[in-house]
């Protein structure tokens, strides 16, 4: 009598010890102390007790799963079947052993091609991905990829548990458009089958990747061709463009909750808005980057693919100063890596932001929604508000000048980035301080 339920392998974890559970028939769930799972058939054979691994659970939607087959990955529902139908050919005169042995060579053959070991090809070749004895992932910091961490938790998080074990020549523009919609209704599971907080763009970003890897192979292979992809975004690019500039009122109350804390997080949102920088490249910095108050961004951690080196205001350097040297990253909670948690120490910043704002009104709301690249695009606009020329904020900001200019003009304008500066904080403490107010000071590099 079958004893087992999908919602009872599910709610299984590994323990101290290796786990057998019968199902009956002799088909048996495997549990192994790291908590992976498997099928096992025990039988007799020639007069002798034999046992036959049949494959491993396959945790996803039933509807997703693959055909049964030995070696492969099963549902309970595929799993009794499976050990029904080997049970059959054993009392036929069948020999397990050697149907086992012809599975596996065709599993194995068929294994090399799925979607999960393509893209694993890819984030190795591709994105500088190591993995470790442990199954965990590294990335070469030489790699041209910024973006390299990033592209595997989504494809760790969202697509392989979908799509991983689909052999690539099987991938169907069908069923990529069946995981879009469930992510971009948050409806799509991972792999211990827990929702995942998804949306449109989000859908988009997956979709991106899914299409880069899908062409990256096609490019490999002499016979491949990846389905058709276009016209499936949810979001159109310029739609869905952010045009949020802080006003002065929000920059106010921001910089001063943030010259009022304590910790790397706060100190990294002035630094933000005194430097113009992308939220990366300064949570990234290291100490040996910084030297008699410039900071040169290697090309490895630039979007340009270029060093790029800022002068920085005094301001900014002051903030630098106010950090404890207890690793090489500048920005650190824990002493062995950059700053993280950024939902966390935001949310965190949002609630120190309204309590400052409910000391002159308790009827306070939030603040509108803003990010940290609001502070990016809000620095760019005050070098423009307080006459800054065009080249010169655009150096600071470290984008590309192109046209016959930037073919040309190999100028690097380190002094005029250097004012442009100390113009943008000179007017962050007008706005900060206003006349009659209490001065703030910046400090001194």
Request: net charge positive.
């Amino acid at each position: 009598m079958a004893t087992l339920t999908d919602i009872k392998i599910r709610a299984m974890r590994g323990g101290t010890a290796r786990r057998e559970i019968p199902d009956g028939n002799g088909l048996y769930l495997i549990v192994q102390t790291s908590g992976a799972k498997s099928f096992a058939l025990r039988f007799r054979h020639a007069g002798r007790p034999a046992k036959l691994t049949l494959g491993t659970y396959f945790a996803g939607d039933i509807k997703d799963a693959p055909e049964p087959t030995i070696g492969g990955v099963l549902t309970l529902k595929g799993a009794r079947k499976l050990a029904a139908d080997t049970m059959l050919e054993i009392g036929r005169g069948g020999d397990p052993a050697t149907a086992k042995r012809q599975t596996r060579e065709k599993w194995q053959q068929a294994a090399a091609d799925t979607f999960e070991a393509i893209a694993i090809q890819y984030m190795k070749r591709e994105c500088g991905m190591k993995i470790d004895a442990e199954g965990n992932a590294t990335f070469d910091d030489n790699s041209d990829v910024r973006t390299a961490p990033d592209r595997w938790r989504i494809l760790r998080r969202q697509v392989l548990p979908a799509l991983g074990s689909i052999p690539v020549t099987k991938i169907r523009k069908s069923d990529i458009v069946q995981m879009l919609d469930k992510l971009a209704d948050g409806k799509l599971k991972n792999d211990e089958q827990e929702f995942i907080e998804g949306g449109k763009v989000a859908a988009d970003r997956c979709l991106a990747l899914i299409r880069r890897i899908l062409n990256w192979h096609a490019s490999r292979s002499d016979d491949y061709r990846p389905p058709l992809l276009k016209g499936l975004s949810r979001v159109k690019t310029l739609n869905n463009a952010r045009a949020r500039v802080l006003k002065d009122d929000e920059l106010r109350v921001i910089f001063r909750t943030a010259s009022q804390l304590e910790g790397p997080f706060p100190a990294c949102l002035r630094f933000l808005l005194l430097t113009g920088a992308r939220r990366s490249e300064a949570s990234e910095m290291r100490w040996e980057e910084v030297k008699d108050g410039d900071w040169l961004l290697p090309a490895s951690r630039n979007k340009s693919k270029r060093d790029l080196l800022r002068p920085l205001g005094r301001a900014a350097q002051a903030v630098l100063a106010q950090q404890p040297k207890i690793c090489h990253f500048v920005f650190t909670t824990n002493g062995r890596s950059p700053i993280s948690g950024y939902g966390a120490n935001k949310a965190t910043f949002d609630a120190a932001v309204l309590r400052e704002l409910k000391k002159e009104d308790p009827k306070a709301k939030p603040l509108e929604n803003w990010t940290l690249h609001d502070l990016r695009r809000t620095a760019r606009s005050l070098m423009s508000r307080v006459g800054v020329p065009e080249r010169h904020a655009e150096q600071c900001l470290g984008h590309v000048i192109g046209g016959v200019q930037g073919i040309y003009d190999r100028h690097k304008y380190l002094d005029e980035m250097r004012m442009a500066y100390e113009k943008l904080a000179a007017l962050i403490e007008r706005i900060v301080t206003p006349t009659g107010d209490n001065v703030v000071a910046f400090g001194k590099a």
